[in-house]
C-alpha cells in the first residue's frame, strides 16, 4: 500500500484547511485510515482514525470537535478536515493504513506499518 499526504500549508490561527491522503495498491475498503501528526522535539501523535465503514474512532482530545476525519472509498481517499485551527497544531501530518476487520479501529502508532511522507501544517498566531 503507497499513502499520498497532501493538502499542508501556512493559515493563520482560526484558519482552516483539509489534508488529502490517496491511497494506492491493496484494498482501500478493508483499510483504516489514521492521521497523526509530529511536532518538532516531540513523538508522533494520534490525531484521528475513519474504520472501514466510516466510523471514526475518538479523537485526540487536543482537536476533538474542531477536526473531522472522512474517507471516500470510490476514490480511494482519506481526509482530514481541520477548523479553527491553533498555533499548537502546527506538525507534521500523516496519514497510515492498516487492513482492519471492520470494528477495529487501532489508534497506536506501533499499529501502523503503511505511512504516507507527511505533510507540514503551520498556525501563525
Known amino acids: 500500500v503507497q499513502l499520498q499526504a497532501s493538502g499542508g500549508g501556512l493559515v493563520q490561527a482560526g484558519g482552516s484547511l483539509r489534508l488529502s491522503c490517496a491511497v494506492s495498491?491493496?484494498?482501500?475498503?478493508?483499510?483504516?485510515m489514521a492521521w497523526f501528526r509530529q511536532a518538532p522535539g516531540k513523538e508522533r501523535e494520534f490525531v484521528a482514525a475513519?474504520?472501514?465503514?466510516?466510523?471514526?474512532?475518538p479523537y485526540a482530545d487536543s482537536v476533538k470537535g474542531r477536526f473531522t476525519a472522512y474517507r471516500d472509498n470510490a476514490g480511494k481517499m482519506a481526509y482530514l478536515q481541520m477548523n479553527s485551527l491553533k498555533p499548537e497544531d502546527t506538525a507534521v501530518y500523516y496519514c497510515?493504513?492498516?487492513?482492519?476487520?471492520?470494528?477495529?479501529?487501532?489508534?497506536?502508532?506501533?499499529?501502523?506499518?503503511?505511512w504516507g511522507q507527511g505533510t507540514q501544517v503551520t498556525v501563525s498566531s
Open positions: 475513519v474504520g472501514r465503514s466510516g466510523g471514526t474512532a
Open positions: 495498491g491493496g484494498t482501500f475498503s478493508r483499510l483504516t
Open positions: 497510515a493504513a492498516k487492513s482492519t476487520i471492520v470494528t477495529y479501529i487501532p489508534t497506536r502508532v506501533d499499529d501502523y506499518y503503511d
